[in-house]
Nanobody, 127 residues
Framework: QLQLVESGGALVQPGGSLRLSCVAS????????IVWFRQAPGKEREGVSC???????KYADSVKGRFTISRDNAKRSVYLQMNSLKPEDTGVYYC?????????????????????WGQGTQVTVSS
């Protein structure tokens, strides 16, 4: 069974950069689409970015142009490069397996099942 572990979260100043990693075990990533979510205190979980098995990528409007998602199947890893970070990017970031659809990162709450959730990694953007 696929298991995912997030890492790379840290305290960073506004305008800074950070790279998150999502490392898989139990299975290869070749046939999985991976979604990055985040959740800030008191707010609903939101889809940030996703990457399909074929490498197609999608981004929430709030992060488009600043974040880049990528995958390295040989390393069983998906990365989220975050640049020009803003305080509103603060939250716990999770990766999960599920379909990479526009609706997932559109800000709408959808009844889509996502699997193999990691434990999350804390990202704090503050001066």
């Amino acid at each position: 069974q696929l298991q995912l572990v997030e890492s790379g979260g840290a305290l960073v100043q506004p305008g800074g950069s950070l790279r998150l990693s999502c490392v898989a075990s139990g299975d290869t990533l070749d046939y999985y689409a991976i979604v990055w979510f985040r959740q800030a205190p008191g707010k609903e979980r939101e889809g940030v970015s996703c990457i399909s098995a074929s490498g197609n990528t999608k981004y929430a409007d709030s992060v488009k142009g600043r974040f880049t998602i990528s995958r390295d199947n040989a390393k069983r890893s998906v990365y989220l490069q975050m640049n020009s970070l803003k305080p509103e990017d603060t939250g716990v970031y999770y990766c999960a397996e599920g379909p990479c659809l526009n609706t997932v990162v559109s800000g709408s709450k959808v009844s889509i099942k996502f699997n193999s959730w990691g434990q999350g990694t804390q990202v704090t953007v503050s001066s």
